[in-house]
Antibody
């Protein structure tokens, strides 16, 4: 059974950094592309980043490009999102998800609050 | 690629037939998915490749369309269907979502 569990969220000041983690079980990270998607308070879904199944390609939303970095550690079955230069508008619930053309599995999310 | 959903909100009654539309700013073939999200929960995949029902999803849900125009139809609303619905395109990066349609009880 596929399970995704995010952690690492918290309250952080603008300009600071935070690293999110997502532990995957029930499948191997090297078999599927993995995504981060966020949802601001009372807002819709916003796709953030993806890493391809083989780790060779990474894509980012324009809103986070140059500030966020997606990575993974296959040996730890863990997906990461390194978030630098955080802004108030990055406040959101961050989900990791395995999304393909025919299936999708989501974690329950980890909350990031950027506030002074 | 921008996705525009309509309506943004909708009031309906149990037993009603409901249709939500999603229009893409360019051709995305059939690379469109529909999600349902309930408060405090992660999104749940309903439909993929525009019209294929995800396993375990009730048959009252259906999807259609290709190219730029897509629809999600719920044939007979049930109490558990009141939620927010999102379309998502997977044709190209960046992946994008529609702004959501909130389905409320009349």
């Amino acid at each position: 059974q596929v399970q995704l569990v995010e952690s690492g969220g918290g309250v952080v000041q603008p300009g600071r950094s935070l690293r999110l983690s997502c532990v995957a079980s029930g499948f191997t990270l090297s078999s599927i592309a993995m995504h981060w998607v966020r949802q601001g308070p009372a807002k819709g879904l916003e796709w953030v980043a993806v890493i391809s199944y083989d780790g060779s390609n990474k894509y980012y939303a324009d809103s986070v490009k140059g500030r966020f970095t997606i990575s993974r550690d296959i040996s730890k079955s863990t997906l990461y999102l390194q978030m630098n230069s955080l802004r108030v508008e990055d406040t959101a619930l961050y989900y990791c998800a395995s999304i393909t053309g025919t299936a999708a599995n989501w974690g329950q999310g980890t909350l990031v609050t950027v506030s002074s | 690629i921008q996705l525009t959903q309509s309506p943004s909100s909708l009031s309906a009654s149990v037993g009603d037939r409901v249709t939500i539309t999603c229009r893409a700013s360019q051709d995305i073939s059939s690379f469109l998915a529909w999600y349902q999200q309930k408060p405090g929960k992660a999104p749940n995949l309903l439909i993929y490749t525009a019209s294929t029902l995800q396993s375990g999803v009730p048959s009252r849900f259906s999807g259609s369309g290709s190219g730029t125009d897509f629809t999600l139809t719920i044939s007979s609303l049930q109490p558990e269907d009141f939620a927010t619905y999102y379309c998502q395109q997977l044709n190209s990066y960046p992946i994008t979502f529609g702004q959501g349609t909130r389905l409320e009880i009349k």
